[in-house]
């Protein structure tokens, strides 16, 4: 396992806090030996909650022509029709998956093909699972044309803790299924717009790993 370029940041103002903490506590509470020895224990706590949320683990991941792959870990909200307004503006088969903080950050492309539109939006920080975060929420909107001429949508959503999304890609590119195209920094939701009738091999409440459970086949 590694870490992500995203957290190098991060993880090294986490370790200067920790470093600033102590030596206070050290130098101020000298005498109070348990007090020193509990925020030992919430540094050593904090530091490895922070590694944790920036980890790359190894993994084999699943490919296939006509399959759409996980673009997160985590846990299937919503798997209902529901209208598009952005960019298809017509009713959609929609998947969301809701990650939370103890899982891996990082998003893959679910499908390969050509990036036909990109579009950042700033917005609010509602709760993840709140319906209105889809359309509220800080997020970004990619729609990639299969090689078989399908569009899928997806979209990054930032959640309560998060405050930053990233993205690595852009209208024009062409993307290989399973890497990386973004990464969202402290819990977040990932939604994925299907054309009516797509094969949806997920169950709500079900737990998904990015890059290796298959969410759909396309027709």
Known sequence: ??????????????????????????????????????????SFLL??????????????????????????????????????????????????????????????????????FFKYHPGKYLAAWNPKSSTENERTTVVVEHQNGTPVLFRQI??????????????GDTVTQNKEFGFIKFGSRVDIFLPLGTKVNLELNQVVKGGITVLAELA
């Open 1 to 42: 396992m590694t870490i992500h370029k995203e957290g190098y940041t991060t993880i090294a103002l986490s370790v200067l806090f920790i470093f600033v903490l102590n030596a206070f506590i050290d130098y101020r509470f000298a005498n109070m030996t348990w007090l020193k020895w509990l925020i030992y224990i919430l």
């Open 47 to 116: 530091f490895i909650t922070v590694l944790q949320f920036f980890r790359n683990p190894s993994r084999s991941f699943t490919s296939g022509g006509n399959l759409v792959i996980c673009p997160a870990d985590g846990k299937v909200v919503v798997i209902e029709e529901t209208l598009e307004g952005e960019y298809f503006k017509d009713k959609r088969l929609q998947v969301s998956i809701f990650m939370s903080p103890v899982n891996v950050h990082i998003n893959r492309n679910p499908i390969s093909g050509v990036v036909k």
């Open 158 to 171: 930032a959640g309560a803790l998060a405050r930053r999304i990233v993205w690595y890609i852009k209208e």
